[in-house]
């Protein structure tokens, strides 16, 4: 009951927030992609016990995929950006299948290392393709409508994408899905000495993140206006390392814990880089160690230890279709 | 009758050690067997051997007529022979409950079910198989809050849920507390009379042993020492030897 009047204030922000704080349209637009890029870290980093540095690589295939179909395709705009973003997930789901059934073979830390590489190698790869504008990056095409509507219309964008995310996964961990990616990161060899068929929860765990990364990437293309191969799309040491910390900050294998830590990294960050001028980046670097060390399992994973009845710790783990709903 | 798993001149090496070596037996289906021997027999390894942990080095290893020496442990396990482990394995991070909803049959495993919500009847097997191992009290605390003798209960439950045609039972009386070792033999003979689950259980206790199983196998030194009725290996002095000389 608390929990969907929480949901219900939560969507009835989104929808205002234009007409509430115009000016901050673009910076919402970005902090609701942070809430993907942690929630979807976070089915694999938190709920299946595979840290992956590389998730990266989905969002900038979702934005190059999507910003080339707007180049080359002559629909009206709404249609050909719909038919990008559409390519753009396609693309992303279809690369994460395509390294998944070798990648996700590796265990532990030798996931971890080998998707490492993914994002700079797929950055190096952009930046010197001409077709995608080589270093030089991409300019995705003009919005065609009213001044100052681009912003919002991509917020609202943005916004459905993290709340279609939120209810996806919301979903998927009440069923067997969420069982099975559970097992597998508490036990796998247990979980295949059961019979499960543990490599293809494993890869389409990693298609579903891809899927809403690369939406992600095409709709970031649009917001920002241009296209950097390393900056913006492959952004493995911002994006990508910003993506596993917002998950660990608010709480691994949580639903909710994704979501505040990306909302409280965001501000925090975005404080920084307002109010302490040249030391944003060693404040940034200091934030990450405090997180690492103080929080290693999370604001809600403390939270939970500390008052584990105020968070009915046994009753939110007793039903599977509500667990961390 | 035919058997149901059939080990014929196993052999099995670590590096210099020779865990197994040539080992044959057989298990007729419907039937409860034990496995016995002194510590670093080779018990362990053979149940690693039959359900795929590691490839063996020569011999066969046939469940239901069929080679399975060749096949990886999920695809064993599909055909319905479990093991459980001495040192338990169970889902730590979540509730008893979560963790046998898991552990449906292979059948119910299908493509489009990694979508499908837990059923009623599911989730209602769930919990009276919990009863049934006596953990129905703790059925939402964390599995890895358990106590090791409650993590082998479990993992029995969990082996059940999945209704399988054998299973291997590694220890299952160890860390279960004297007073409740009757109570789980008694399980043990339901799941074999009503489930018509067969049963190779490897028991350091005697006295369970004795009980339980309808004929024995005894390795020492990684080699097949004895087999036969309980009575006669209990009487057997390779058997007597091997127990004392280990200690
Ligand atoms: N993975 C392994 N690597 C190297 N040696 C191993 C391995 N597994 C088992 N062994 C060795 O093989 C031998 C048999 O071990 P195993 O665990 O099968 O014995 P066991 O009969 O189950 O003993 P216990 O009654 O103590 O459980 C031992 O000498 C052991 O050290
Ligand atoms: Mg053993």
């Keep these: 009951m608390k929990r969907s009047i929480l949901r219900a204030a939560v969507l009835a922000f989104l929808i205002a927030f234009p007409a509430l704080l115009p000016a901050w349209r673009t910076q919402m637009s970005y902090l609701v992609i942070m809430i993907v890029f942690s929630l979807t870290w976070d089915l694999l980093g938190g709920q299946m016990g595979y840290n992956s540095f590389g998730n990266v690589l989905f969002f900038g295939i979702g934005m190059y995929v999507c910003a080339v179909v707007q180049r080359d395709a002559h629909f009206s705009y709404p249609a050909t950006l719909a038919l990008g973003i559409a390519a753009g997930a396609a693309a992303a789901v279809a690369v994460a299948a395509i ?18 590489g993914l994002g700079i190698a797929a950055g190096e790869l952009a930046a010197g393709w001409d077709f995608v504008g080589g270093g030089g990056g991409m300019v995705p095409p003009q919005y065609p409508g009213a001044l100052g509507g681009r912003e919002t219309f991509f917020y609202y964008l943005a916004a459905a994408l993290a709340v279609a995310t939120f209810f996806t ?18 036990d796998e060899d247990k979980a295949e000495a059961m019979g499960l068929w543990t490599t293809r929860y494993k890869t389409a765990a990693w298609c579903v993140s891809a899927f809403f990364l690369g939406i992600g990437g095409a709709i970031v293309g649009n917001v920002s206006g241009f296209i950097d191969p390393r900056e913006t799309a492959f952004a493995g040491s911002t994006y990508g390392v910003w993506m596993v910390l917002m998950a660990i900050l608010g709480g691994k294998g949580t639903l909710w814990g994704p979501v505040l830590g990306a909302v409280i990294f965001h501000i925090t960050k975005e404080l920084f880089w307002t109010y302490l001028l040249d030391w944003q980046q060693v404040a940034l670097g200091f934030l990450i160690v405090v997180i690492v ?5 999370g604001i809600l994973g403390w939270a939970r230890e500390k008052w584990p009845e105020k968070f009915g710790h046994r009753v939110e783990e007793a039903k599977p279709a509500e667990a961390s709903g | 009758m035919t058997p149901i798993l059939e080990v014929t001149r196993v052999r099995k090496t670590f590096g210099g050690v020779v865990a197994n070596r040539d080992v044959s037996l057989s298990v007729p289906e419907g039937k409860i067997y034990g496995l016995i021997g002194p510590n670093g027999s080779g018990k362990t390894t053979l149940f690693s051997s039959i359900v795929g942990t590691h490839p063996i080095d020569s011999g066969s290893i046939k469940f239901r007529g069929e080679e399975v020496s060749r096949l990886r442990v999920p695809q064993i396990a599909r055909l319905g022979l479990l093991r459980t482990f001495q040192q338990t394995r169970i889902y730590g991070k979540m509730t008893c409950v979560q963790n046998l909803l898991i552990s449906v049959p292979p059948a119910a495993l299908s493509w489009r079910s990694m979508l499908a919500r837990p059923s009623a009847a599911e989730t209602k097997k769930a919990e009276d198989l919990l009863q049934f191992v006596g953990l129905h009290a703790k059925r939402h605390l964390r599995a890895g809050d358990l106590s090791f003798g409650q993590q082998k209960l479990l993992e029995l439950a969990m082996a059940l849920m999945s209704e399988p045609r054998m299973l291997l039972l590694d220890e299952p009386t160890a860390g279960i507390n004297p007073t409740l070792i009757n109570d789980l033999i008694d399980r043990l003979r339901r799941i074999n009379a009503e489930l018509g689950i067969t049963l190779l259980v490897i028991e350091h206790n005697m006295r369970v042993v004795m009980g339980l199983a309808q004929y024995i196998y005894c390795l020492a030194h990684g080699e097949l020492l004895a087999e036969g009725e309980p009575a006669a290996v209990k009487s057997d002095k390779r058997v007597i030897e091997a127990y004392l000389g280990a200690h």
């Excluded at chain 1, 060390?293 to 399992?297: G, L, Q, R, S």
């Design chain 1, 99 to 116: 390294l998944g059934s070798g990648i996700l073979g590796l265990r532990g830390h030798y996931f971890a290392i080998g998707t490492l």
């Design chain 1, 169 to 186: 996964l919301r979903w998927l961990y009440g069923g067997r899905f969420g069982l099975a990616v559970n097992a597998i990161r508490d």
């Design chain 1, 293 to 297: 060390i103080f929080f290693p399992v």
